[in-house]
């Protein structure tokens, strides 16, 4: 195998969010001397990114073992104080609506986890389930439901770990350059020499790394990414608890049933609760050069408007809480957020150059299943960056790779247009 770029080489990744600074942290890691970040986003962590959020779900529940074992891996770099603080939190994952028969299909996660030693609970029934939560702990009925905890897994304050690994990165000597978007890329002949960003400046260099995430696309029309960076838009909502809740509700497991997406974290350090879907989503497409693409609407680009979610899915969020913790359906949501993934056809990531610029290497298409691996997921890259990366991966991870199958829980249903569907005003927050 070829290395893409060698350690002397000036290197450009755009996008200071997972994929970002994890290559970033570690290329310099490696010992390449000459990197940069730039980041559309005046402030950093862009308070719009996916990663800038209050939690995200820490598991190695996969049905691909290939992500079981990163994330096992990534969960003891996670579990490094030093580096990241008290950013991961291992509560355990409640997974629900999964059978652990191997013979049933949808077992591969739960036979996976096995593989690897995760502590398991089998939980046969909703007397088994209500006894992974803490007395006090309001519960819906679980009537017929079958699944398992994971002890080995929990859920990370997100927007926390993103400002570490960017201190890091600093650290090491990358250069980094807020509130530069970039628009194009500047090329000669078959190759890309550097970025041009919406303010007219450029920034050269020997090798691009496009890590911006769900913004890849419409920044970069020209590349033609279409479906293979699909940006989504996934609705969640909080509930504000007071100390006296907070403290009954300290100690539950992230809940993840997978027969409706629904997820829901235990209370935060600001006693909130977040709740989500791991879903279809919502597009927004608009026009482009040739073809139009979805693009994020958001608080920077839309103001409060970018905050509002669907109706439908405030309404499919309340109905989720009340089948698991009734007690708290009766109470308001207090802030909605549109929280955009970049989306590939089956679910894998893009970590490869792309096929008409060859100094020009994708690390996005997260498919909302990216943040737990912010320590690895960047050796992934810098081994691709190397030549070090194992062809079966490369194959997996191609940019241009045939789609074989298809994630459905990304693309079973229709894509709906955000601004086909009435979003949610304040009455809609309310129980």
């Known amino acids: 195998m070829v290395a893409i770029a060698k350690q002397t080489d000036k290197i450009l990744i755009v996008g200071a969010g997972c994929f970002g600074l994890s290559t970033a942290y570690h290329l310099l890691q490696r010992g390449f001397l000459d990197v940069t970040i730039i980041d559309r986003s005046p402030s950093l962590p862009a308070p719009d990114a996916a990663s800038t959020d ?38 355990g994952v409640l997974v629900i609506g999964a059978s652990t028969n191997p013979s049933e299909a949808g077992a591969a996660a739960y036979a996976n986890d096995v593989a690897i030693g995760a502590r398991l609970t089998r939980l046969t029934d909703a007397q088994a389930i209500h006894s992974m939560f803490p007395t ?8 017929g439901i079958q699944g398992y905890l994971n002890q080995d897994g929990g859920w990370a304050f997100a927007a926390q770990g993103v400002a570490k690994l960017l201190e890091r990165v600093k650290a090491l000597g990358a250069t980094v350059v807020s509130g530069k978007a970039a628009t194009e890329l500047v090329r000669r002949e078959e190759r890309a020499i550097g970025v041009r960003c919406a303010d007219g400046e450029i920034f050269g260099a020997d090798l691009i790394v496009l890590a911006s995430g769900s913004w890849t696309a419409c920044s970069f029309p020209e590349l033609d990414l279409g479906l293979r960076c699909l940006a989504t838009g996934q609705g969640l909502v909080t509930i504000q608890l007071t100390s006296e809740e907070a403290e009954r509700y300290r100690d539950v497991p992230v809940v993840l049933d997978w027969s409706s997406g629904f997820y829901a974290f235990p209370p935060n350090h600001e006693n909130v609760i977040k709740i989500a879907v791991h879903s279809t989503g919502y597009s927004r497409y608009v026009s482009g050069p040739s073809n139009p693409v979805s693009t994020p609407q958001t608080v920077t680009s839309h103001g409060q408007d970018g905050l509002r979610i669907p109706q439908e899915v405030a309404k499919f969020l309340r109905e989720q ?50 943040f737990k691996f912010l320590p690895n997921i960047g050796n992934l890259v810098a081994d691709r960056i190397e030549g070090k990366m194992d062809p079966v991966l490369m194959e997996k991870f191609a ?16 894509l709906k247009d955000l601004g086909s569907v009435p979003l949610c005003t304040p009455e809609d927050l309310l129980p």
């Open 136 to 143: 006090g702990v309001s519960l819906g009925p679980f009537t």
């Open 399 to 414: 940019v241009d790779r045939e789609f074989k199958k298809v994630d459905m829980s990304r693309r079973g249903e229709v």
């Open 321 to 370: 809480l009340r089948n698991v913790y009734p007690g708290l359906a009766t109470k308001p949501f207090a802030m909605t957020r549109i929280c955009w993934y970049t989306d590939s056809p089956d679910g894998d990531w893009a970590i490869g150059p792309h096929p008409d610029v060859p100094n020009v290497l994708l690390a996005t298409a997260g498919s909302g299943h990216a």
């Open 54 to 91: 209050l939690n995200k779900i820490v598991r190695t529940s996969y049905n691909d073992s290939f992500y079981t074992k990163l994330a096992h891996e990534a969960i003891q770099a996670w579990k490094d104080t030093d580096t990241w603080g008290d950013t991961y939190h291992e509560s």
